[in-house]
Antibody
Framework: QVQLQQWGAGLLKPSETLSLTCAVYGGSFSAYYWSWIRQPPGKGLEWLGEISHGGVTKYNPSLKSRVTISVDTSKNQFSLRLRSVTAADTAVYYC????????????WGRGTLVTVSS | DIQMTQSPSTLSASVGDRVTITCRASQSIRPWLAWYQQKPGKAPKLLIYSASSLESGVPSRFSGSGSGTEFTLTISSLQPDDFATYCCQQYDTYPLTFGGGTKVEIE
């Protein structure tokens, strides 16, 4: 049973860079796509992007090149960086595992609340 | 982007009721739709994928149907553990997008 453990700073100032990492325990790291999804307080889910074991990425165009997802296969970890944050980036950020051939989310991390405030 | 619209946004029901939630896509997504259940403070949980396939371990009172642009999630007999928010997600086209959610409340 795969487990996703995520961590990162929970309080940022405007213009700073959000940085989160997710470690994957159990199961195959190479067989799946790994994604980041966020949920602003009281709102719906927004897919930010995904990465494969080989480093192939897809991003949500709405983030306008502020986002980078990277992978460290030696540690079975993947990371999110979101530059130039504003209050609108305040949300719970989830790391997640997508299906091997389909992009629904099978497993989720517990989520990290990231608050952007001056 | 493909817009996913759920209705209703809130639904009041009682234990034992049959509940139906609708998700509409702004363009055809074939059968590439998933449903999730989310409880307060928790990550979503996958219920249904490919519009009608039940995820392992999910009770059989949950079912999904539809294809193209209109989909439904049905709970055949609502149980106390089912009071939660449900959302749909399309995975036909990037970027992946989610519906706004339907909160199922106790009547």
């Amino acid at each position: 049973q795969v487990q996703l453990q995520q961590w990162g700073a929970g309080l940022l100032k405007p213009s700073e860079t959000l940085s989160l990492t997710c470690a994957v325990y159990g199961g195959s790291f190479s067989a799946y796509y790994w994604s980041w999804i966020r949920q602003p307080p009281g709102k719906g889910l927004e897919w930010l992007g995904e990465i494969s074991h080989g480093g192939v990425t897809k991003y949500n165009p709405s983030l306008k090149s502020r986002v980078t997802i990277s992978v460290d296969t030696s540690k079975n970890q993947f990371s999110l960086r979101l530059r130039s944050v504003t209050a609108a980036d305040t949300a719970v950020y989830y790391c997640a595992r997508e299906g091997s051939h389909s992009r629904f989310v099978v497993s989720w991390g517990r989520g990290t609340l990231v608050t952007v405030s001056s | 982007d493909i817009q996913m619209t759920q209705s209703p946004s809130t639904l009041s029901a009682s234990v034992g009721d049959r509940v139906t939630i609708t998700c509409r896509a702004s363009q055809s997504i074939r059968p590439w739709l998933a449903w999730y259940q989310q409880k307060p403070g928790k990550a979503p949980k996958l219920l249904i994928y490919s519009a009608s396939s039940l995820e392992s371990g999910v009770p059989s009172r949950f079912s999904g149907s539809g294809s193209g642009t209109e989909f439904t999630l049905t709970i055949s007999s609502l149980q106390p553990d089912d009071f939660a928010t449900y959302c749909c997600q399309q995975y036909d086209t990037y970027p992946l997008t989610f519906g706004g959610g339907t909160k199922v409340e106790i009547e």
